[in-house]
């Protein structure tokens, strides 16, 4: 269970890089035990918040508070420093061995030979490269690479540590067993971590909380769950994955449920809004489900219309289908599916979905 009290905050803080405005966040705070993910497309100022909150990158104004105490070059910095721990995309490792690599952080704070064979032999195998310990860093693969560089970060028992993109130039098998003992690590260490990721499955699987941020702001903050399925804005549903997004107007409301007129069509709806009301209607592609003709599900469902699909790209097991309905609309299916259904460019089918997978957002 995650601390109440946030260990780390911020406050009014803005931050330039290269004399350009970077970061405007007026209040962010990270809980003790939690994985905080802050995600938004390359340039949104993910890498520049992680810099600051390690205190890498000087800040223009605001406050940085470490369990309620205010850090600056001249309060408490180098105090701080000892208990954070930063992993980048590329491992940056010493021209050295992968112990004398783990052991780097722990030399520096004059810990006995025996403390440091005992904490670096436990990182190693905890990370899975036990095996590993006097090869030469430079003789590394990417994996084990980063393996070496998460084991150094883990060895100074940091109170918080900070991970840019720490998969992203790796392989898929690479980077699943890599998340997968990560996730275990911090579960079984109930390290504070704070990660910048464009990806946003990762932080799905990591994430505690997560913050959406755009052009230096955050945008958004709250669960996974929350984020994923009730984003704020067009911004954050794009980027979130619901790649149907419709603009239109309520024309009917009932008991929990409202018709949204649309160019091209009506769409039912679970929601709140009056008469009149400009919403946005947000659809997952994995949502919708195609059909060759009305089956008996499909003439129960509201939301069923008639469509012609535009174009088929596949995704390796899954493929996307764009559809025109009267409005574009997207769906995701198998590839079973597309060749069951004999899907191609200008095949009529039927696309349906149902109230709850709609999200409304007012304008």
């Not at 918040?49 to 309060?75: D, H, Q, Y």
């Not at 105090?79 to 590329?90: P, S, W």
């Not at 690590?185 to 504070?192: A, D, F, G, Q, S």
Request: glycine share 10%; net charge neutral.
């Amino acid at each position: 269970m995650n601390s109440a009290s946030p260990i780390l905050e911020i406050k009014d803080l803005q931050a330039k890089r290269g004399g350009v405005p970077v970061l405007d966040i007026p209040d962010l705070d990270i809980r003790g035990g939690e994985v905080f993910s802050l995600i938004g497309p390359n340039g949104s100022g993910k890498s520049s918040l992680l810099l600051v909150l390690a205190c890498l990158l000087p800040w223009r104004r605001g406050f940085l508070l470490f369990k309620g105490s205010s850090i600056t070059p001249g309060n408490g910095l180098m105090a701080y420093r000892r208990k954070i721990a930063m992993v980048f995309q590329e491992p940056l490792l010493f021209d050295a061995t992968v112990s004398d690599n783990v052991a780097a952080g722990l030399k520096i704070r004059a810990m006995s030979r025996a403390d440091i064979h005992r904490i670096v032999t436990e990182c190693l195998d905890r990370f899975g490269i036990g095996h590993l310990g006097e090869r030469h860093a430079r003789k590394l693969s990417g994996g084990e690479a980063q393996r070496t560089s998460l084991a150094r970060a883990f060895a100074i028992h940091p109170e918080i540590i900070f991970l840019d993109e720490p998969f992203s130039s790796l392989d898929p098998p690479t980077r699943e067993g890599l998340i997968d003992d990560l996730q275990r690590i911090l579960k079984e260490t109930r390290t504070t971590a704070v990660m910048a990721t464009h990806d946003r499955l990762e932080a799905l699987r990591l994430s505690d909380r997560m913050a959406v941020m755009k052009d230096g702001k955050i945008v958004q903050t709250g669960s996974p769950e929350a984020v994923m399925n009730h984003p704020l804005d067009e911004f954050v549903a794009s980027f979130v994955g619901m790649e149907t997004i419709l603009s239109g107007e309520i024309i009917k409301t009932g008991s929990g449920t409202v018709m949204v007129h649309l160019q091209g069509g009506d769409i039912e709806a679970i929601g709140s809004a009056r008469p009149g009301d400009r919403v946005i209607c947000c659809i997952r592609p994995e949502q919708v489900t195609l059909s060759t003709g009305l089956s008996q599900e499909s003439v129960s469902t509201r939301n069923t219309f008639a469509g012609r699909v535009t174009r088929i790209v596949p995704l390796g097991l899954f493929h996307k289908v764009s559809l025109d309905c009267g409005f574009f609309l997207t769906a995701y299916v198998t590839s079973a599916s597309v060749e069951n259904l004999d899907l191609k460019e200008g095949k009529p089918v039927f696309a349906s979905f149902k109230a709850t997978a709609v999200h409304l957002i007012r304008k």
